[in-house]
């Protein structure tokens, strides 16, 4: 991959750790305070623990975007390993102040231009963005060509799922359906997909398996696609391997790839969690 071009995330990208390794991706972590005991989220493959602590706390995590002056650490680390041109892809902005504070880091680099992007989404959302980007990267793109493709697969990259419980998000306040739609949901299996940087209710089912249907009969009408993972916070593994069968016809590769979302991601879908995420394909 060309050493001058370097991609920054952030903790919520939920990007695989092999992956983040293999592509050289930079992740800014995240602060996330369970009770009195603060964590930085980054990169990790153990998830465990925060969700046995999740089921038996009534109080709600909270997550903190880092300060900018931490992001321009980040950036002047990367200039000093070489970079010229930073490709910053964040959450978005909706939801979370981290692409604000990362364009006010972005403004004090020296040595290197700093281009930072509101994906818009969440989770592989945005993993799906940082890793087309390090393809293009290590096939010798352009940054012209680079930028045109971050706003193709910013357009067409979706995230849906089921919730075990609407609980979480209603904890969470961060979606205005939840609370109002509290009385009602309960019982049965809401269905999301976060659409233009926010999470939007597209159904109610009473099942899981109607759930996974849903999904399934959604991707197919999605399908061709570009990329494709099945999304799991700490899900019934017969669950998870369920879906990623069923849904095994739309992948572009073999199979889905699979991934179990961080803590941030998790802590507002809550424990039994399953989606997808997803880039559908087209003309660039």
């Not at 939801?95 to 930072?116: E, F, K, P």
């Not at 961060?174 to 109002?180: G, I, K, L, P, T």
């Not at 299996?189 to 009969?217: C, N, Y």
């Not at 992948?251 to 699979?258: E, F, I, N, R, Y």
Request: proline share 5%; aromatic share 6%; hydrophobic share 50%.
């Amino acid at each position: 991959m060309d050493g001058h071009i370097r991609i920054v995330t952030d903790g919520v990208a939920d990007i695989p750790a092999h992956l983040v390794e293999q592509f050289n991706i930079k992740v800014v972590p995240i602060y996330l305070l369970m009770g009195q005991t603060s964590h930085l989220v980054g990169v990790s493959s153990d998830y465990g623990w925060f969700y046995r602590e999740l089921l038996a706390s009534d109080v709600m995590p909270k997550t903190a975007a880092p300060a900018p002056a931490e992001f321009l650490q980040v950036y002047q680390a990367l200039v000093a390993e070489g970079a010229r041109d930073i490709i910053g892809l964040f959450a978005s902005s909706k939801v979370s102040s981290l692409y604000n504070h990362a364009q006010l880091a972005a403004q004090q680099v020296t040595g290197a231009t700093a281009h930072i992007f509101d994906t818009g989404q969440v989770s592989m959302g945005i993993g799906w963005v940082a890793l087309m980007v390090a393809e293009a990267i290590a096939r010798g793109a352009s940054l012209a060509e680079i930028k045109a493709l971050i706003t193709y697969v910013c357009v067409r990259s979706s995230v849906l799922g089921m919730l075990d419980s609407p609980e979480y998000l209603r904890r969470s306040g961060r979606v205005s359906w939840a609370a109002a739609k509290l009385v009602s949901l309960l019982q049965i299996k809401p269905m999301i997909a976060f659409v233009a940087g926010e999470a939007k209710l597209i159904g109610r089912v009473r099942t899981h398996q109607r759930a996974l249907q849903h999904m399934v009969d959604t991707v197919m009408t999605m399908a061709p696609l570009h990329k494709l993972a099945v999304l799991h916070a700490h899900a019934d593994p017969a669950v998870v391997t369920r879906l990623s069968e069923a849904l095994a016809p739309y992948a572009p590769d073999p199979s889905p790839l699979v991934v179990e979302v961080g803590l941030i991601f998790g802590a507002h879908v809550g424990p039994g969690a399953v989606g997808v995420a997803l880039v559908r394909a087209g003309e660039l």
